[in-house]
């Protein structure tokens, strides 16, 4: 359920950074950035960038636009 709900943000507010994500759910930094990771592993959100310029994009919407 977790990572439904993070997903449905991250396709609701895309482009998202981690700041954002990390707010949203209430979450420190680290915390957050494994449960990006976890999305991106799961194959259903993408990052794009490097370093503090990193945005997460929902899957689906890049593969359409």
Do not use: C
């Not at 993408?46 to 636009?65: C, Q, T």
Request: hydrophobic share 40%; glycine share 6%.
């Amino acid at each position: 359920v977790r990572e439904y709900m993070e997903w449905w943000y991250i396709q609701a507010n895309e482009p998202v950074t981690r700041a954002q994500f990390a707010e949203q759910f209430d979450l420190p930094a680290k915390t957050a950035q494994n449960h990006l990771n976890r999305l991106i592993e799961m194959g259903v959100i993408l990052a794009k960038g490097k370093g503090k310029a990193i945005r997460y994009y929902h899957l689906k919407s890049l593969m359409n636009g």
